[in-house]
Nanobody, 119 residues
Framework: QVHIVESGGGLVQPGGSLRLSCAASGDIISLDTVAWYRQAPGKPRELVATITSGGTSNSADSVKGRFTISRDNAVDTVFLQMNSLKPEDTAVYYC?????????????WGQGTQVTVSS
């Protein structure tokens, strides 16, 4: 059994920063590619950033230069540092993780963490 837990969301003023965490736990052999998605009310879920097990990262054009994805493989945790936040960044942020376990490779979603950018 693998659990994916996001944390770090909250209310922040425009221009502020937040750091989201995505922690994987359970019977994990390796935490592979991890992605952050977000979903604003009434909009489809969109990809924000990805990072491979080797640390190669990509991010959406809408967050380039403001958001940074990183990981600590020692503790199976991926981070999303969000700077210069804008009201349009308001959404529920979800972590999606590919995990190698004894029985194979599986994909998991976390429960989401709310980010609200408002003055």
């Amino acid at each position: 059994q693998v659990h994916i837990v996001e944390s770090g969301g909250g209310l922040v003023q425009p221009g502020g920063s937040l750091r989201l965490s995505c922690a994987a736990s359970g019977d994990i052999i390796s935490l592979d590619t991890v992605a952050w998605y977000r979903q604003a009310p009434g909009k489809p879920r969109e990809l924000v950033a990805t990072i491979t097990s080797g640390g190669t990262s990509n991010s959406a054009d809408s967050v380039k230069g403001r958001f940074t994805i990183s990981r600590d493989n020692a503790v199976d945790t991926v981070f999303l540092q969000m700077n210069s936040l804008k009201p349009e960044d308001t959404a529920v942020y979800y972590c999606n993780a590919h995990v190698t376990e004894r029985l194979g490779r599986f994909n998991y979603w976390g429960q989401g963490t709310q980010v609200t950018v408002s003055s």
